[in-house]
């Protein structure tokens, strides 16, 4: 049997919404570690990991390690049916074909329970190498996305380019070209802290990023490691756990 309760289902529903469009059918896997995905997206350039530690959850019981095949955006429907401020519960017994979420009125006012279809899927887990990378930068996330979402009027690339001292956020287009340069920073408003064994620059799909930033509500805080040759990891760190988006770098044609 699995089962586990999540104090708010705010929690829950914004780690669902962050992945809902960047992949559609995934596994849950559960053991007494706690809740895990790990999927890739249809065109295999990106790939999302997470995991909601059983420590960090009201309640957790799971006697044996379990999967669930489920569809995002289903669950996300389901999901919409919760309160922000009402205790869900996620519940199936062994074998189940069916997994049940359980949601509870704050003042036990309204108790009401959905059971979503589970799905079998032929999905091979991939194992992530830990790599070295030669910088690591700690950006407020608000700040990331803004960046983003103004860089992606000009291009659908982006090139990242650190050195120790600054980390500067370039694209270029048939319109023109532009840069926003952020300088290390490790006090004030916004700080921005640069670990950078040399400098190094490379590119990325800018449409994979603003995907990846719809997870900027978990956190206030989103770590970039960047490498060549090396996926791009962008790691939010929150409450019930961590979430780990991978993204290929764009191979220059030059």
Not at 228 to 237: T, Y
Not at 247 to 253: F, G, I
């Amino acid at each position: 049997m699995f089962q586990a309760s999540i104090a708010k289902a705010l929690s829950f529903k914004k780690i669902i919404e962050s992945v809902r469009e960047l992949v559609v059918d995934v596994n849950f896997e559960v053991s007494q570690d706690g809740l895990a995905l790990q999927a890739m997206d249809a065109s295999h350039v990106a790939l999302v990991s997470f995991i909601l530690n059983a420590n960090q959850f009201e309640e957790f019981e799971c006697n044996q390690p379990q999967v669930f095949g489920v569809n995002i955006g289903n669950l996300a429907k389901i999901l919409k049916c919760a309160d922000n401020d009402d205790r869900i519960t996620i519940r199936a017994e062994s074998n189940a074909s069916k997994l049940s979420f359980i949601f509870e009125g704050r003042q036990d006012e309204k108790l009401s329970q959905f059971n979503l279809n589970l799905m079998t899927l032929d999905t091979e887990q991939l194992g992530i190498p830990d790599h070295e990378y030669t910088a690591v930068i700690h950006i407020k996330s608000d700040e990331f996305t803004r960046i983003c979402r103004e860089l992606s009027q000009i291009s659908d690339t982006l090139t990242i380019d650190i050195n120790k001292e600054k980390v500067t956020f370039r694209v270029g287009g048939d319109l023109g070209d532009g840069e926003i340069t952020l300088k290390h920073r490790e006090t004030g408003k916004n700080p921005t802290i640069i670990e950078a064994h040399e400098p190094v620059a490379c590119s990325y799909a800018m449409r994979y990023l603003n995907l990846f930033n719809k997870a900027s509500v978990l956190s206030d805080e989103i770590i970039l490691s960047i490498s060549e040759n090396l996926p791009l990891i962008v790691h939010f760190q929150f409450e019930l756990g961590n979430i780990k988006f991978y993204l290929a770098p764009k191979v220059n044609d030059e």
